[in-house]
Structures are given as structure tokens and as C-alpha cells.
């Protein structure tokens, strides 16, 4: 069964940063795609990031290009989200998923919280 | 404002049916699958379609998919009110190569 658990979500002051980490198994984790999907409180999914199978490659959305670095380990199957500068806007729910059919996402984890409030 | 654009409340009685739209453009639906989500409150999204109209093991054949041009339907049949969620959309954009997803629909049924 696939399982993906995220971790490290949290209250931060404005300009603050947090590392999120999505633990994954049930999956031959190293051969997948892997994605993070905010959504904020009452609001739609918004696409975050995703990175290949390697590690090597890298997308993001244009409004955290410059302050948030996806990346992976894959002897841990995990990835993670290092998020830098934050601002009250990156508030919401941020959910990591596996890569899918048609590069999209398939499984979705359960999500952690970012506050980022005075 | 999202790069898809859904109807943001569709509503209809148990056991009837009920479609909900996607459009898009050619940089994105035009030339890409789409998968449909569902979110149950409180929940985290749930694949219901993938590649337009293919279901995941354990999806219920209720739930259907199609695509046209630069749009995208999801079809339910036989409502239940197990089924009241936000239904969203998504498919990759080759523009501003990142996934795109609709604003999201939500399904009441009365």
C-alpha cells in the first residue's frame, strides 16, 4: 500500500523558514517523480514543486521560485521542501504526492500545516 | 484566478447524474491528460481519473471521464451523498511547465 507521510509543517514568524519531509513506502520510491501541492485555508490545490527520480531535476511554481529548494534522499525515501523567506501567502495545507500517469500526481499524503503569522 | 476554469457549485438530487467542466487551453488540456480529484472535508484529494477518462483500481464505474478539445468532464451517475466533495481538475501546462489545476467544484446533493 502506498504511504506517504508528511512531517515538519508548523507556525513561523514572516521571513522565517521551515523544512517539510514526506516519508514514503509501499513504492519503489527511487523510480518515481515526486510533487508538493499547497492549498490554503478555504481555498483551491495549487501546484508547489517536483523533482525526478534522481534528484537532478527540478520545477517550481513561479511564486516560490528563489525561496523554496525541493530535494530528495532516496536511501531514506524521503523528500523534502525547504522553504525560505516565507511570507503570510505561503500559509496552507502542503501535501506531498507521487508522480502518475500523464506527470501527474497519483497518491497523495495526509498534508501539514505551514502558519506563517506574527 | 486558475489557469482552468470550473464551475465553482454544481448540485443535483441522490441517484440522479451530474457533469462537471474543465476548460483549459492548448497548452495545457489541448495537448495533455487530465485527471480529475475528488476532496472529501477535511480530507486530503483522492485520484478519481487519470488520462482523461481511465478509473484507478477501486473507483467506482459511476465516475467517468472525457475530454474535447481544451475541455475536460467529469461525469458522476447514481449521486450518493457519500459524494458531496470538491472536485478539481488538473493536467500539466507546457507553457509555464508546472501542473495546472481548476478553482474546484463543489458537489452538493440535495
Known amino acids: 500500500e502506498v504511504q506517504l507521510v508528511e512531517s515538519g509543517g508548523g507556525l513561523v514568524q514572516p521571513g522565517g523558514s521551515l523544512r517539510l519531509s514526506c516519508a514514503a513506502s509501499?513504492?519503489?520510491?527511487?523510480?518515481?517523480?515526486m510533487h508538493w501541492v499547497r492549498q490554503a485555508p478555504g481555498k483551491g490545490l495549487v501546484w508547489v514543486s517536483r523533482?525526478?527520480?534522481?534528484?537532478?531535476?527540478?520545477g517550481y511554481a513561479d511564486s516560490v521560485k528563489g525561496r523554496f529548494t525541493i530535494s530528495r534522499d532516496n536511501a531514506k525515501n524521503t523528500v523534502y521542501m525547504q522553504m525560505n523567506s516565507l511570507r503570510a501567502e505561503d500559509t496552507a495545507v502542503y501535501y506531498c504526492?507521487?508522480?502518475?500517469?500523464?506527470?501527474?500526481?497519483?497518491?497523495w499524503g495526509q498534508g501539514t500545516l505551514v502558519t506563517v503569522s506574527s | 484566478q486558475s489557469v482552468l476554469t470550473q464551475p465553482p457549485s454544481v448540485s443535483a438530487a441522490p441517484g440522479q447524474k451530474v457533469t462537471i467542466s474543465c476548460s483549459g487551453s492548448?497548452?495545457?488540456?489541448?495537448?495533455?491528460?487530465v485527471s480529475w480529484y475528488q476532496q472529501l472535508p477535511g480530507t486530503a484529494p483522492k485520484l478519481l481519473i487519470y488520462?482523461?477518462?481511465k478509473r484507478p483500481s477501486g473507483i467506482p464505474d459511476r465516475f467517468s471521464g472525457s475530454k474535447s478539445g481544451t475541455s475536460g468532464t467529469l461525469g458522476i451517475t447514481g449521486l450518493q451523498t457519500g459524494d458531496e466533495a470538491d472536485y478539481y481538475c488538473?493536467?500539466?501546462?507546457?507553457?509555464?511547465?508546472?501542473?495546472?489545476f481548476g478553482g474546484g467544484t463543489k458537489l452538493t446533493v440535495l
Open positions: 523533482i525526478n527520480s534522481y534528484g537532478s531535476t527540478t
Open positions: 488538473g493536467t500539466w501546462d507546457s507553457s509555464l511547465t508546472a501542473v495546472v
Open positions: 509501499g513504492f519503489t520510491f527511487s523510480t518515481y517523480w
Open positions: 492548448s497548452s495545457n488540456i489541448g495537448n495533455n491528460y
Open positions: 504526492a507521487r508522480d502518475g500517469p500523464g506527470s501527474l500526481p497519483d497518491y
Open positions: 488520462e482523461n477518462n
